[in-house]
């Protein structure tokens, strides 16, 4: 059987409170033609890596809008610069305007001909304690990629709080994908076992390798605890960032451990969601009580 190795890296971005979209990007610039140069062949950047976070708490605060930018846009088309120089795949995050009024928590992923490719948008947008849902609409699409290149990997992208609803990743895998890449802003209420336990759940849920970003450093009274991490198939952590800033993690993630891993635990085999629909489908979930 053909190697079907590929090499993959998660980002991990120190925050930059109060500066500008063009400088955010300059760091994430940086961190992309490094693992480039490593020979990172798909690349994750953190979740919103152009813009602060903590802003997205509390009150509505209109003037982040327009920070926002088209995908395409001037973002993916400095990313795009590095992937069409290094043939490679990047996963960039950012705050979309998709039209007048109508914006997204989206992550673009830019192709080895520097075009974009492909664009995924948030689909579960939180109200924690963040109040996503006062900036950005719910994306309505699950999609699976496939790299140009060998292996010909096939990998799909969600986002954040997506994470802690299993039904996302395992969408993705049953649409094909071998890895799932995860941009995070997790700050310390999210750490502990919503971080790893339910970062590990995932890949053995659906037999995938899973890459995780979150970003470090302290930006209003949030401060994110990094910790960027790469999940083989078998739930087994292969790489954590800890608290480094501005760096990556790397991993050669070998894809015949996918297929081993399902083989082992056939949990997609067995999957019925024929059964599950009748209560998935009920108007809400407090009239089954």
Same mark, same amino acid.
């Given at each position: 059987?053909?190697?079907?190795?590929?090499?993959?890296?998660?980002?991990?971005?120190?925050?930059?409170?109060?500066?500008?979209?063009?400088?955010? /990007?300059?760091?994430?610039?940086?961190?992309?033609?490094?693992?480039?140069?490593?020979? *990172?062949?798909?690349? /994750?950047?953190?979740? /919103?890596?152009?813009?602060?976070?903590?802003?997205?708490?509390?009150?509505?605060?209109?003037? /982040?809008?327009?920070?926002?930018?088209?995908?395409?846009?001037?973002?993916?088309? !400095?990313?795009?610069?590095?992937?069409?120089?290094?043939?490679?795949? +990047?996963?960039?995050?950012?705050?979309?305007?998709? %039209?007048?009024?109508?914006?997204?928590? !989206?992550?673009?992923? $830019? &192709?080895?001909?520097? #075009?974009?490719?492909?664009?995924?948008?948030?689909? @579960?947008?939180?109200?924690?304690?963040?109040?996503?849902?006062?900036?950005?609409?719910?994306?309505?699409?699950?999609?699976?990629?496939?790299?140009?290149?060998?292996? @010909?990997?096939?990998?799909?992208? $969600?986002? *954040? @709080?997506?994470?802690?609803?299993?039904?996302?990743?395992?969408?993705?895998?049953?649409?094909?994908?071998?890895?799932?890449?995860?941009?995070? %802003? %997790?700050?310390?209420?999210? @750490?502990? +076992?919503?971080?790893?336990?339910?970062? #590990?759940?995932?890949?053995?849920?659906?037999?995938?390798? *899973?890459?995780?970003?979150?970003?470090?450093?302290?930006?209003?009274?949030?401060?994110?605890? &990094?910790? #960027?991490?790469?999940?083989?198939?078998?739930?087994?952590?292969?790489?954590? !960032?800890?608290?480094?800033?501005?760096?990556?993690?790397?991993?050669?993630?070998?894809?015949?451990?996918?297929?081993?891993?399902?083989?082992?635990?056939?949990?997609?085999?067995?999957?019925?969601?024929?059964?599950?629909?009748?209560?998935?489908?009920?108007?809400?979930?407090?009239?089954?009580?």
């Amino acid at each position: 059987m053909a190697d079907r190795k590929i090499r993959v890296a998660g980002l991990q971005e120190k925050t930059m409170p109060r500066t500008s979209v063009q400088e955010k /990007l300059g760091r994430t610039l940086e961190l992309i033609e490094a693992a480039s140069k490593d020979g *990172c062949q798909i690349i /994750l950047g953190g979740e /919103l890596c152009t813009s602060d976070y903590d802003r997205f708490y509390d009150k509505k605060d209109v003037s /982040l809008f327009p920070e926002a930018e088209p995908i395409p846009g001037p973002c993916t088309e !400095a990313v795009g610069k590095i992937t069409k120089k290094y043939k490679n795949y +990047v996963i960039f995050p950012m705050f979309e305007k998709a %039209a007048p009024g109508i914006y997204y928590n !989206a992550a673009a992923t $830019i &192709g080895p001909e520097g #075009t974009v490719v492909g664009n995924y948008r948030k689909t @579960h947008v939180a109200g924690v304690q963040v109040l996503e849902k006062l900036y950005f609409r719910a994306g309505q699409d699950f999609k699976v990629w496939e790299t140009a290149f060998e292996p @010909h990997a096939r990998f799909g992208t $969600i986002i *954040c @709080h997506d994470r802690r609803y299993p039904e996302t990743s395992r969408i993705l895998a049953m649409l094909g994908a071998e890895m799932m890449f995860c941009p995070t %802003a %997790a700050p310390g209420y999210a @750490h502990g +076992v919503h971080w790893g336990l339910v970062n #590990t759940a995932r890949a053995v849920d659906t037999g995938m390798f *899973c890459i995780y970003t979150n970003r470090v450093g302290q930006e209003g009274s949030k401060t994110y605890f &990094g910790e #960027t991490m790469i999940v083989n198939p078998h739930g087994e952590v292969v790489a954590n !960032a800890g608290d480094a800033a501005n760096a990556f993690i790397a991993v050669d993630c070998d894809l015949a451990l996918v297929d081993e891993a399902r083989i082992a635990t056939p949990t997609l085999r067995d999957i019925r969601n024929d059964f599950y629909v009748k209560y998935y489908s009920q108007p809400a979930y407090d009239r089954l009580l």
